[in-house]
């Protein structure tokens, strides 16, 4: 619960981050994708998946699969343990995570 509490928190907070930016984010929830990120936003034009982690927390085999998909795919996704991540990845041409 501590996990799911602190990934909701952080959640609300990046998309707030972006939000404030000027960019477009929203939660995503699906029970039958599974790996599906938690996160979908544009900012600046470009558009991006990001998987939110509790400071513990890790990526299971289907949310790496994911990740690496979208990437391969040509659009940013990334995990995030804060709006900090979320920066750093912003600012780098190469994601990853």
């Known amino acids: 619960m501590v996990n799911e509490n ?5 959640k609300k907070a990046i998309v707030k981050y ?3 930016q000027g960019g477009f984010a929203l939660c995503l929830q ?3 994708l599974i790996g599906l ?3 979908f936003a544009i900012l600046d034009g470009v558009p991006m998946f990001i998987e939110v982690k509790s400071p513990r927390g890790k990526l299971s085999p289907s949310q ?3 990740l690496t998909d979208i ?3 040509g659009v940013r996704a990334f995990m995030a343990r804060s709006v ?8 780098n ?4 995570k």
């Open 6 to 10: 602190s990934e909701r928190l952080i």
């Open 18 to 20: 972006i939000r404030d």
């Open 30 to 32: 699906d029970r039958f």
């Open 37 to 39: 990120p938690d996160v």
């Open 64 to 66: 790496d699969r994911m």
């Open 71 to 73: 990437n391969h795919h």
């Open 84 to 91: 900090d991540d979320v920066e750093t990845a912003l600012g």
């Open 93 to 96: 041409t190469e994601v990853t």
